[in-house]
Nanobody, 124 residues
Framework: VQLQASGGGLVQAGGSLRLSCAAS????????MGWFRQAPGKEREFVAA????????RYADSVKGRFTISRDNAKNTVYVQMNSLKPEDTAVYYC??????????????????WGQGTQVTVSS
């Protein structure tokens, strides 16, 4: 599975960005998809996940109510809409995939396919 993330950039606090991740190489609807981030000097952390159909999602507490993960299986693409951005959201954001036929409880860990990352910088 190849993953290509895009949409990062520089935004002021309180602003919004939408990240996209295009997948190829495997039937997209067999994949649970996730977003992770890594800030300088910190470990990579889970942000959000979505089941193969899009019916179920999971979020880190730090982004609940501000970020929304979605997917378009016809376009082999997963998105994360990020609103009310804070300086502490600054990080490199990675999309990830794992084969998961269950449509329940998308995982927060255990992903084995990763994209290259896209930088998000939130200025105060």
């Amino acid at each position: 599975v190849q993953l290509q993330a895009s949409g990062g950039g520089l935004v002021q606090a309180g602003g919004s960005l939408r990240l996209s991740c295009a997948a190829s190489g495997r039937t997209f609807s067999s994949l649970a998809m996730g977003w992770f981030r890594q800030a300088p000097g910190k470990e990579r952390e889970f942000v959000a996940a979505i089941s193969w159909s899009g019916a179920n999602t999971r979020y880190a507490d730090s982004v609940k109510g501000r970020f929304t993960i979605s997917r378009d299986n016809a376009k082999n693409t997963v998105y994360v809409q990020m609103n009310s951005l804070k300086p502490e959201d600054t990080a490199v954001y990675y999309c990830a995939a794992v084969v998961r036929y269950s449509d329940y409880d998308p995982p927060g860990r255990g992903y084995n396919y990763w994209g290259q990352g896209t930088q998000v910088t939130v200025s105060s």
